[in-house]
Structure formats: structure tokens, C-alpha cells
């Protein structure tokens, strides 16, 4: 019997807080994100779609899905 390979990423988000696009004195506070993945099994593999949950510091997720990466 052949074992299905098992994939295996490493997901890394660094935020960045855009002081320059923030308001804060209006309650609006940007932030760009560099994401790195990086695949870590032992197969080759390509991701075809992502979903991110946003989370703020008031509690409230949004949900970012798509195709590709």
C-alpha cells in the first residue's frame, strides 16, 4: 500500500503599521503584511487558494479568501 504524502508549510506574517495612511484620532490604523511560505515536506507542492482571518484589537475577524497565493 503507497502512503499519501503529507504536506507540510511553514507560514510566517510580519505586520507593519503605516503611521503615514492612519488616522488614529479617527479610529483608522492601517498595517501592510509581508507573508512568507515556505514549503517544508518532503514533496513538492503548490497552494491554490488561501484564506486569512484578520483580527483586530476590538475583537472583530474578517475573513480574506481567494485563489492562488
Do not use: C
Not at 508549510?9 to 503605516?18: A, I, T
Request: charged fraction near 15%; glycine fraction near 8%.
Amino acid at each position: 500500500m503507497q502512503k499519501t504524502p503529507t504536506y507540510q508549510f511553514q507560514v510566517q506574517v510580519k505586520p507593519r503599521y503605516l503611521a503615514d495612511q492612519s488616522a488614529p484620532g479617527q479610529g483608522l490604523y492601517f498595517f501592510a503584511y509581508s507573508i512568507t511560505i515556505r514549503n517544508t515536506g518532503k514533496v513538492a507542492a503548490q497552494l491554490i487558494s488561501r484564506t486569512w482571518n484578520v483580527n483586530d484589537a476590538n475583537g472583530h475577524t474578517e475573513k480574506v479568501k481567494g485563489l492562488g497565493v
